[in-house]
């Protein structure tokens, strides 16, 4: 049996890539060649990215529960050679049945496994084992694949004999029945073997190209465009991107093959597209960049009903159900906000918030209906509004009946919007987030502690299941209940905005 191979002396030119450089290094030379030698260009995490690192620790160190008896290597990224002799020592220890976060170095690549179990030893023959990459994610992905490919590289380097490459990830149709997570069910193990094999066949040639560009004077020179946001956004967007014109070409919506094409014939900016060059309506509209009221405004805002309700839900999404009878990652609303508009113009709020760490389904559902009763249109944004009550319909069978009326009430402004109106501020997104700033700029986000709602949900699920001072429950039910009500105040405002400006489009008399 040969000795593994734990401790390299360094590459001469003095780089040490982790399997994260390599996979930087497969999206883009130029970000892998930042991370090295200028990291302090990159832009920190926000807090929606922490949250999700987060959440893969959590979902990560769960997995370990599967494989009892396994052992933890606990020492910290900062401790390379540490890491790396306490994983030697618990590989040559048999009664160790599986070892998390192994430490492995070959040809300057240092990896640490998140699951390695031993799955036999023949009589005086090496170990084998079967490397386990666990994933927060509800399927496999071609990216993880690589993340494999390289673990494996260097542990077959590094003198292991490797028995198989896993996937586990979580299993989205386990359905929880309440008490213990059932961790069989919970993870799906996928044998992504083959694929890892093909996959490492290049990763010397791979490993070679990084290497020779991590030596130059100067970062290779890539320019920003599609592949910065796949698989991974990448830090350096902001650093890459800061000489760009206001109006650069890649913020044409819906256009990675317009952006190539204007990029090609030298086109810079959105302003500088020729008047022939083929464009969608929308591109069409950004380009001009002026506003725009269609003839059919006015009669599509006119057929809301009063009172007018304006519906807003937040929702969760927790990878690991906490409820009984909830799946991985099932959509659950947390709270809502209507707002109510008369025919006088009079305006009243509703909202709710549940601060329990129960089930809330069927109390927003019941609180909802005492909302907004049997009359009148319930203005949404978009389909979501639709999904959740649709979805609330399962949950609470007994109120499936009501939630159905409600249903039926539904109007949606964002395609009111979307086919009647632009504004130069749109810069081509209708989303409610950039709407409301430019036709209510009393009423942006930039104000609130919460400005976008995966925050909300991450919020939530820490304000209810985490946080133990009750000042900052406090704080954080404060910011939840403003950025909700924003959404449903967004929504009325926008409405009347609108509705005047249809008014006095329809007053003024056209030129022929
Ligand atoms: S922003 Fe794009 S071009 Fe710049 S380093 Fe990142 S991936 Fe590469």
Same mark, same amino acid.
């Given at each position: 049996?040969?000795?593994?191979?734990?401790?390299?002396?360094?590459?001469?030119?003095?780089?040490?890539?982790? *399997?994260?450089?390599? $996979?930087?290094?497969?999206?883009?030379?130029?970000? $892998?060649?930042?991370?090295?030698?200028?990291?302090?260009?990159?832009?920190?995490? !926000?807090?929606?990215?922490?949250?999700? $690192?987060?959440?893969?620790?959590? &979902?990560?160190?769960?997995?370990?529960?599967?494989?009892?008896?396994?052992?933890?290597?606990?020492?910290?990224?900062?401790?390379? @050679?540490?890491?790396?002799?306490?994983?030697?020592?618990?590989?040559?220890?048999? @009664?160790?049945?599986?070892?998390?976060?192994?430490?492995?170095?070959?040809?300057?690549?240092?990896?640490?496994?998140?699951?390695?179990?031993?799955?036999?030893?023949?009589?005086?023959?090496?170990?084998? +084992?079967?490397?386990?990459?666990?994933?927060?994610?509800?399927?496999?992905?071609?990216?993880?694949?690589? !993340?494999?490919?390289?673990? @494996?590289?260097?542990?077959?380097?590094?003198?292991?004999?490797?028995?198989?490459? +896993? $996937?586990?990830?979580?299993?989205?149709?386990?359905?929880?029945?309440?008490?213990?997570?059932?961790?069989?069910?919970?993870?799906?193990?996928?044998?992504?073997?083959?694929?890892?094999?093909?996959?490492?066949?290049?990763?010397?040639?791979?490993?070679?190209?990084?290497?020779?560009?991590?030596?130059?004077?100067?970062?290779?020179?890539?320019?920003?465009?599609?592949?910065?946001?796949?698989?991974?956004?990448? %830090?350096?967007?902001?650093?890459?991107?800061?000489?760009?014109?206001?109006?650069?070409?890649?913020?044409?919506?819906?256009?990675?093959?317009?952006?190539?094409?204007?990029?090609?014939?030298?086109?810079?900016?959105?302003?500088?597209?020729?008047?022939?060059?083929?464009?969608?309506?929308?591109?069409?509209?950004? *380009?001009?960049?002026?506003? +725009?009221?269609?003839?059919?405004?006015?009669?599509?805002?006119? @057929?809301?009903?009063?009172?007018?309700?304006?519906?807003?839900?937040e929702t969760f999404?927790?990878?690991?159900?906490?409820?009984?009878?909830?799946?991985?990652?099932?959509?659950?609303?947390t709270q +809502?906000?209507?707002?109510?508009?008369?025919?006088?113009?009079?305006?009243?709020?509703?909202?709710?918030?549940?601060?329990?760490?129960?089930?809330?389904?069927?109390?927003?559902?019941?609180?909802?209906?005492?909302?907004?009763?049997?009359?009148?249109?319930?203005?949404?944004?978009?389909?979501?509004?639709?999904?959740?009550?649709?979805?609330?319909?399962?949950? &609470? %069978?007994?109120?499936?009946?009501?939630?159905?009326?409600?249903?039926?009430?539904?109007?949606?402004?964002?395609?009111?919007?979307?086919?009647?109106?632009?504004?130069?501020?749109?810069?081509?997104?209708?989303?409610?987030?950039?709407?409301?700033?430019?036709? &209510?700029?009393?009423?942006?986000?930039?104000?609130?502690?919460i400005?976008e709602g995966s925050l909300a949900a991450q919020q939530y699920?820490?304000?209810?299941?985490?946080?133990?001072?009750? &000042?900052? *429950?406090?704080?954080?039910?404060?910011a939840l209940?403003?950025y909700c009500?924003?959404?449903?105040?967004?929504?009325?405002?926008?409405?009347?905005?609108?509705?005047?400006?249809?008014?006095?489009?329809?007053?003024?008399?056209?030129?022929?």
């Open positions: 049996m040969r000795e593994p191979v734990l401790i390299q002396a360094k590459d001469p030119a003095g780089f040490r890539l982790s *399997k994260s450089k390599y $996979l930087s290094g497969l999206q883009c030379h130029k970000r $892998l060649y930042l991370a090295i030698h200028s990291p302090e260009l990159a832009t920190e995490p !926000d807090e929606h990215t922490q949250a999700i $690192l987060d959440m893969g620790t959590t &979902v990560g160190e769960l997995a370990r529960r599967r494989f009892p008896g396994g052992v933890l290597v606990e020492t910290d990224h900062r401790h390379p @050679t540490e890491a790396l002799r306490r994983t030697a020592a618990l590989l040559q220890d048999p @009664t160790v049945t599986a070892i998390f976060e192994g430490a492995f170095e070959f040809q300057d690549v240092l990896v640490r496994v998140d699951i390695l179990e031993r799955v036999s030893q023949a009589q005086d023959g090496p170990p084998a +084992w079967r490397i386990i990459e666990v994933k927060s994610s509800t399927r496999i992905k071609d990216v993880h694949v690589d !993340d494999l490919a390289i673990q @494996t590289y260097v542990l077959a380097g590094a003198g292991l004999v490797l028995a198989g490459s +896993w $996937l586990m990830h979580i299993n989205t149709p386990y359905v929880y029945p309440g008490g213990e997570l059932d961790l069989e069910q919970l993870f799906a193990l996928q044998d992504v073997t083959a694929g890892v094999a093909v996959r490492q066949s290049d990763v010397p040639g791979r490993l070679a190209g990084m290497k020779e560009m991590l030596v130059a004077s100067s970062p290779p020179g890539i320019e920003p465009d599609g592949h910065c946001h796949t698989p991974y956004d990448c %830090p350096f967007w902001d650093h890459c991107t800061k000489d760009k014109p206001a109006r650069w070409v890649y913020h044409l919506p819906g256009g990675g093959r317009v952006f190539q094409q204007l990029i090609q014939k030298g086109i810079q900016t959105i302003d500088e597209i020729p008047p022939g060059f083929r464009l969608s309506i929308l591109q069409r509209r950004v *380009k001009d960049n002026v506003e +725009w009221v269609g003839p059919r405004l006015k009669a599509a805002l006119q @057929t809301a009903r009063y009172p007018v309700h304006h519906l807003d839900f999404m927790p990878a690991i159900p906490k409820y009984p009878l909830t799946r991985p990652y099932q959509v659950i609303p +809502w906000s209507n707002h109510i508009e008369t025919e006088d113009g009079g305006i009243s709020h509703d909202e709710y918030l549940s601060m329990e760490a129960r089930d809330p389904r069927e109390e927003i559902a019941r609180t909802l209906l005492d909302s907004v009763g049997k009359e009148g249109t319930i203005c949404v944004y978009s389909e979501y509004e639709r999904h959740i009550l649709e979805c609330l319909c399962e949950a &609470v %069978p007994s109120l499936k009946q009501e939630l159905q009326l409600v249903i039926a009430r539904l109007w949606d402004l964002h395609p009111v919007i979307r086919d009647n109106y632009y504004h130069p501020e749109f810069q081509g997104s209708f989303s409610i987030k950039s709407i409301l700033p430019a036709l &209510v700029p009393s009423l942006s986000y930039d104000d609130l502690h400005q699920d820490r304000m209810v299941f985490e946080e133990t001072d009750w &000042v900052e *429950k406090a704080r954080i039910r404060e209940l403003r009500e924003r959404d449903s105040l967004g929504m009325l405002e926008v409405r009347r905005v609108l509705l005047g400006k249809a008014l006095s489009e329809a007053t003024v008399p056209k030129l022929e």
